[in-house]
């Protein structure tokens, strides 16, 4: 901790400033439904890239499936940016329109 000195006649006074440290900001990485990118490969996505166990996997891409859209996790802004940029290299490596973005949770 950083200390503040101040002089005085006969000694000295300090003041001790304590810094607050704030969490970092957390995104949440979404994978979205199209018409075109295989089950097995978001499954593999959500494996490879996300590191879920293949139930967990599953369940992702059929609410993806499903509903449009599912989470992928909650990461600082670099990880969740890293993520996005795997996921959409990847995809286009096996020719897929997969669309992955991250969104801030406030």
Same mark, same amino acid.
């Given at each position: 901790? +950083?200390?503040? /000195? *101040?002089?005085?006649?006969?000694?000295?006074?300090?003041?001790? =400033?304590?810094?607050? @440290? #704030? %969490? +970092?900001?957390?995104?949440? =990485?979404? @994978? /979205?439904?199209?018409?075109?990118?295989?089950?097995?490969?978001?499954?593999?996505? @959500?494996?490879?890239?996300?590191? #879920?166990?293949? %139930?967990?996997?599953?369940?992702?891409? @059929?609410?993806?499936? *499903?509903?449009?859209?599912? *989470?992928?996790?909650?990461?600082?802004?670099?990880?969740? %940016?890293? #993520?996005?940029? &795997? =996921?959409?290299?990847?995809? &286009?490596?096996?020719?897929? +329109?997969? #669309?992955?973005?991250? %969104?801030?949770?406030?």
């Amino acid at each position: 901790m +950083p200390l503040s /000195h *101040q002089g005085e006649t006969d000694g000295e006074s300090r003041t001790i =400033v304590a810094r607050k @440290l #704030k %969490e +970092p900001d957390r995104y949440r =990485v979404l @994978l /979205h439904n199209d018409d075109y990118t295989s089950m097995d490969f978001v499954v593999n996505i @959500l494996c490879g890239v996300f590191h #879920k166990p293949l %139930e967990e996997a599953t369940a992702i891409m @059929l609410a993806v499936h *499903q509903r449009g859209v599912g *989470q992928c996790g909650i990461y600082t802004r670099e990880v969740a %940016e890293a #993520k996005v940029s &795997r =996921v959409h290299r990847e995809a &286009r490596v096996a020719g897929f +329109p997969l #669309k992955c973005t991250m %969104e801030k949770i406030h």
